[in-house]
C-alpha cells in the first residue's frame, strides 16, 4: 500500500519561509510527476507547484518567484521551498503524486501565516 506523508507546515510571519516535505512510501516501483496543492479555507483546492520526474516544474502564477519545488528521487521525496510568503498563502497543503500508474495524495499539512 501507498502513502503519502507530508511534514513542514506550521506558524509563520508574512514574509517568513517554510520548507514543505513529503515521503512516499510503500510498494513502489515507479514515482512519476510529484506536486503540491493547497486548499484554503472555503476554496477549491488548487495546484501550486508540480515537479515531472526529469526535474521539470511548474508553478502557479501566484507562487512563481517565492516557492520552489525540487525532489530527491533516490529517497521518494518532494519538497517546497516557500519563501515570501503572504497571509494569502495559508491553507492545507497537499501533497500528490503518480505511483505505480494511480494517483494518491497526503492528508495535508497546515500552513499559517500571520500577518
Known amino acids: 500500500q501507498v502513502q503519502l506523508v507530508e511534514s513542514g507546515g506550521g506558524l509563520v510571519q508574512a514574509g517568513g519561509s517554510l520548507r514543505l516535505s513529503c515521503v512516499a512510501s510503500?510498494?513502489?516501483?515507479?514515482?512519476?510527476?510529484m506536486g503540491w496543492y493547497r486548499q484554503a479555507s472555503g476554496k477549491q483546492r488548487e495546484l501550486v507547484a508540480r515537479?515531472?520526474?526529469?526535474?521539470?516544474?511548474t508553478y502557479a502564477d501566484s507562487v512563481g518567484g517565492r516557492f520552489t519545488i525540487s525532489r530527491d528521487n533516490a529517497k521518494n521525496t518532494v519538497y517546497l521551498q516557500m519563501n515570501s510568503l503572504k497571509p494569502e498563502d495559508t491553507a492545507v497543503y497537499y501533497c500528490?503524486?503518480?505511483?505505480?500508474?494511480?494517483?494518491?495524495w497526503g492528508k495535508g499539512t497546515l500552513v499559517t501565516v500571520s500577518s
Open positions: 500528490n503524486a503518480d505511483i505505480n500508474n494511480a494517483n494518491y
Open positions: 515537479i515531472t520526474r526529469g526535474w521539470r516544474p
Open positions: 510503500g510498494s513502489i516501483f515507479s514515482i512519476n510527476a
